[in-house]
């Protein structure tokens, strides 16, 4: 999208199945917890390990928190895209 990524809140997704800039609701737990997770998200990047509907990955941002919340970032979680009529 030509603009910096939002830590903890920028996912990238596979575009052939999320459009780049849609909204996207996250519902998911925290690394290594029960602890709920839910928010809402911008899909801002692509990667080449994901594809289809059924893969995001988490912006966490830099440094070593960051870094160590995307080492165990591994959970289930379930995507609701939201697109204009």
Do not use: Y
Request: glycine residues 12%; hydrophobic residues 40%.
């Amino acid at each position: 999208l030509g603009i910096p990524l939002t830590p903890r809140r920028s996912l990238a997704v596979d575009k052939s199945v999320i459009p780049l800039g849609a909204p996207v609701f996250v519902s998911t737990t925290w690394p290594n917890t029960a602890t709920p997770l839910k928010r809402m998200m911008l899909a801002q990047d692509v990667g080449v390990a994901i594809t289809g509907g059924v893969r995001g990955d988490f912006f966490w941002g830099v440094g070593d928190e960051a870094g160590q919340l995307a080492g165990r970032t591994k959970q289930k979680c379930r995507f609701w895209t939201l697109l204009p009529r």
